[in-house]
């Protein structure tokens, strides 16, 4: 079923997931955090600095490596930047013990050649089957953390030479052009098949690459030569570039416009610094038309109840058993409706003295307190009874 809200209520819904604190672990790479001699390509860099002009508190932390790495789920914590306190170190504890609540990752830019679920040549695995793995990894140490897939911008080797780096107009229009076409496209995809097998994580995206591409389309950023932007065909960005990639994660990740009254520093485009509140808007009106087919906002999420009346940290718009806690959300039959919540149907056969279900979970029963019992067999051989709904 297909919900409309207005938009009123979805700012109301946006306002209420805004964050104050975000402790984040991102696993990605140069695109996230380039090594360089300022700390300004990093866009924790500059999360942190909104976060700190708007009274907010901001912990970072991540590693280096492909999707398929992540996928084998071995997080480490060796990202850091001066004066952005760690969100977590690995040498000291568990990444389960670890106090996150945000996670993000991103893919690398030159792998959009083939479909999001297709085997990526002799990879071990598509995209989409590295991202599940990773998604179901994080939420089983993590289950509380919100998750974030970063789309990045792409490689511009197919588009001009690494040496000299000096793209053309004509070049650059042709990179814009794919960077919002194709390459878009498929992060699209991959959004969607996500969201597809794993509803419940509510996983997000933040269109970091499309969303600045748009500006630098737009009057008057359209003037700022590449090498101003990027400084290799990478393209690994320079201070602006990052500066923008931060802005735009700050905010999708915290929920709200990033203060106005932060002071740019000189090392961002004069262009950039002075139309820095304009920016804002344009980031933040992007952010709040990047919907899915089915009206569902991408960056924020889908508006829900915002409320657990079972308190078992499910909320009720997805909570397959609303007023009974079930945090497994265990649903045997799969008919949408939790097995606590459930009454099994009854398919109990007799045959020649030996009682026996067939594809059922047990066999349903009242007792004399007339309440109703599910009698099985469960995983470890054991005869178990759970309380159930009576017919």
């Given at each position: 079923?297909?919900?409309?809200?207005?938009?009123?209520?979805?700012?109301?819904?946006?306002?209420?997931?805004?964050?104050?604190?975000?402790?984040?672990?991102?696993?990605?790479?140069?695109?996230?955090?380039?090594?360089?001699?300022?700390?300004?390509?990093?866009?924790?860099?500059?999360?942190?600095?909104?976060?700190?002009?708007?009274?907010?508190?901001?912990?970072?932390?991540?590693?280096?490596?492909?999707?398929?790495?992540?996928?084998?789920?071995n997080?480490?914590?060796?990202?850091?930047?001066?004066?952005?306190?760690?969100?977590?170190?690995?040498?000291?504890?568990?990444?389960?013990?670890?106090?996150?609540?945000?996670?993000?990752?991103?893919?690398?830019?030159?792998?959009?050649?083939?479909?999001?679920?297709?085997?990526?040549?002799?990879?071990?695995?598509?995209?989409?089957?590295?991202?599940e793995?990773?998604?179901?990894s994080?939420?089983?140490?993590?289950?509380?953390?919100?998750?974030?897939?970063?789309?990045?911008?792409?490689?511009?080797?197919?588009?001009?030479?690494?040496?000299p780096f000096?793209?053309?107009?004509?070049?650059?229009?042709?990179?814009?052009?794919?960077?919002?076409?194709?390459?878009?496209?498929?992060?699209?995809?991959?959004?969607d098949?996500?969201?597809?097998?794993?509803?419940?994580?509510?996983?997000?995206?933040?269109?970091?690459?499309?969303?600045?591409?748009?500006?630098?389309?737009?009057?008057?950023?359209?003037?700022?030569?590449?090498?101003?932007?990027?400084?290799?065909?990478?393209?690994?960005?320079?201070?602006?570039?990052?500066?923008?990639?931060?802005?735009?994660?700050?905010?999708?990740?915290?929920?709200?416009?990033?203060?106005?009254?932060?002071?740019?520093?000189?090392?961002?485009?004069?262009?950039?610094?002075?139309?820095?509140?304009?920016?804002?808007?344009?980031?933040?009106?992007?952010?709040?038309?990047?919907?899915?087919a089915?009206?569902?906002?991408?960056?924020?999420?889908?508006?829900?109840?915002?409320?657990?009346?079972?308190?078992?940290?499910?909320?009720?718009?997805?909570?397959?058993?609303?007023?009974?806690?079930?945090?497994?959300?265990?649903?045997?039959?799969n008919?949408?409706?939790?097995?606590?919540?459930?009454?099994?149907?009854?398919?109990?056969?007799?045959?020649?003295?030996?009682?026996?279900?067939?594809?059922?979970?047990?066999?349903?029963?009242?007792?004399?307190?007339?309440?109703?019992?599910?009698?099985?067999?469960?995983?470890?051989?054991?005869?178990?009874?759970?309380?159930?709904?009576?017919?």
């Amino acid at each position: 079923m297909k919900f409309q809200f207005s938009f009123a209520i979805f700012l109301f819904f946006i306002n209420s997931y805004a964050q104050t604190t975000v402790e984040s672990h991102m696993l990605g790479h140069s695109l996230m955090d380039h090594s360089s001699p300022t700390q300004q390509t990093k866009i924790a860099y500059w999360i942190h600095q909104f976060a700190t002009e708007a009274g907010h508190t901001y912990e970072s932390t991540g590693q280096f490596g492909s999707i398929w790495d992540f996928a084998n789920f071995n997080p480490q914590s060796n990202w850091g930047s001066p004066g952005i306190p760690s969100s977590w170190d690995s040498s000291s504890e568990t990444f389960a013990a670890a106090n996150l609540n945000n996670f993000m990752f991103t893919v690398f830019n030159y792998v959009q050649d083939l479909p999001p679920d297709e085997v990526y040549y002799t990879l071990p695995s598509s995209v989409l089957t590295a991202s599940e793995r990773l998604i179901d990894s994080i939420h089983n140490y993590q289950p509380g953390d919100d998750i974030f897939i970063y789309e990045n911008w792409p490689d511009m080797a197919p588009f001009t030479a690494e040496t000299p780096f000096e793209p053309t107009a004509a070049e650059y229009t042709a990179y814009n052009t794919y960077l919002l076409g194709d390459f878009h496209d498929w992060w699209i995809d991959l959004h969607d098949l996500v969201i597809t097998s794993h509803p419940a994580d509510q996983v997000k995206m933040i269109p970091v690459g499309p969303v600045i591409a748009e500006l630098m389309n737009s009057a008057p950023y359209d003037t700022i030569t590449v090498n101003l932007l990027y400084e290799d065909n990478a393209p690994h960005g320079r201070e602006s570039i990052y500066f923008l990639a931060g802005l735009a994660t700050y905010m999708g990740i915290f929920g709200e416009k990033a203060p106005n009254t932060y002071t740019v520093p000189s090392s961002i485009h004069p262009l950039i610094s002075a139309n820095y509140s304009a920016i804002i808007d344009e980031f933040w009106d992007y952010f709040i038309a990047f919907n899915d087919a089915n009206g569902n906002n991408r960056v924020f999420g889908t508006p829900t109840s915002t409320s657990d009346v079972d308190n078992d940290n499910v909320d009720d718009s997805i909570d397959n058993c609303v007023n009974t806690y079930n945090p497994d959300q265990a649903d045997y039959d799969n008919d949408g409706v939790g097995d606590l919540c459930d009454t099994p149907l009854n398919k109990v056969i007799v045959d020649l003295g030996v009682l026996y279900t067939e594809d059922a979970e047990g066999i349903l029963m009242k007792g004399r307190d007339g309440n109703c019992y599910l009698l099985y067999i469960n995983e470890m051989g054991v005869l178990t009874t759970e309380a159930r709904p009576c017919p």
